[in-house]
């Protein structure tokens, strides 16, 4: 499986349209549901779940339908046009560790209780 997936880079070599495929904890919310349920379920359930890549391999697409990545498409865009080849790679990869954190903080946040029922 691939942390990131680079779909198309722009002609003036300003920007990188990638894919990033974050990992989901295997642990629970404050409910006691599993983030990776949770985050399944809140999508809609697994039959929902699609990629944006159209040749994404089963394995990735098997971990997507059971929480355990999440697909976040996103814009990279480059600090310079004169950047090699391998610092362009290296800013991708910054912003793939950038989306993993901020990915893993925002379902702390707003699936925290996801899954939380009950009477008054």
Not at 6 to 13: F, G, I, W
Not at 38 to 47: E, I, M, N, R, T
Not at 53 to 61: D, K, N, Q, V, Y
């Amino acid at each position: 499986m691939s942390d990131y997936h680079v779909r198309t880079t722009d002609l003036m070599l300003k920007t990188v349209h990638t894919v990033f495929h974050i990992p989901i904890p295997a642990a629970n919310n404050l409910v006691g549901v599993s983030w990776r349920a949770a985050l399944v379920d809140s999508l809609g359930g697994a039959d929902n779940i699609e990629s944006v890549l159209p040749s994404i391999s089963s394995t990735e697409l098997a971990a997507m339908k059971d929480g355990s990545i999440y697909e976040k498409s996103a814009i990279v865009r480059f600090s310079s046009t004169n950047l090699t080849n391998a610092e362009r790679l290296a800013e991708v990869e910054a912003a793939y560790t950038a989306a993993e954190t901020s990915v893993t903080s925002d379902f702390s946040v707003s699936l925290n209780f996801y899954g939380k029922s009950g009477d008054v």
